[in-house]
Nanobody, 127 residues
Framework: QVQLVESGGGLVQAGGSLRLSCAASGRTNRGYAMGWFRQAPEREREIVAAISRSGGTTYYPGTVKGRFTISRDNAKNTMYLQMESLKPEETAVYYC????????????????????WGQGTQVTVSS
């Protein structure tokens, strides 16, 4: 099993930046693809970024592409999400997630395809 802990959330003004971190512990010797999701009240959980186990491949939906950057440091068992030009409608709880993955597996973009989840960190963007 893998345990995930997010940090770095908080309050930021519209147009501002924030960097989230996700620290993994447990059976990190396995290969895991990882992702960042967010969920606003009364809305479904949606992906904002995904990254392959090596970090060489990334995915972003159109809503955040060009503004968000996902990265990982496998030596530190940590994943990051750099968010720029934040918008008030992006206020949500942000979650990191992981799934066991082979080197050539395609990245997944739906929540049910991920096996492990952090507890979430609140991001609030004020207008």
């Amino acid at each position: 099993q893998v345990q995930l802990v997010e940090s770095g959330g908080g309050l930021v003004q519209a147009g501002g930046s924030l960097r989230l971190s996700c620290a993994a512990s447990g059976r990190t010797n396995r290969g895991y693809a990882m992702g960042w999701f967010r969920q606003a009240p009364e809305r479904e959980r949606e992906i904002v970024a995904a990254i392959s186990r090596s970090g060489g491949t990334t995915y972003y939906p159109g809503t955040v592409k060009g503004r968000f950057t996902i990265s990982r440091d496998n030596a530190k068992n940590t994943m990051y999400l750099q968010m720029e030009s934040l918008k008030p409608e992006e206020t949500a709880v942000y979650y990191c997630a992981a799934r066991e993955s082979g080197y050539f597996d395609a990245l997944r973009s739906t929540a049910h395809e991920y096996d492990y989840w952090g507890q979430g960190t609140q991001v609030t963007v004020s207008s």
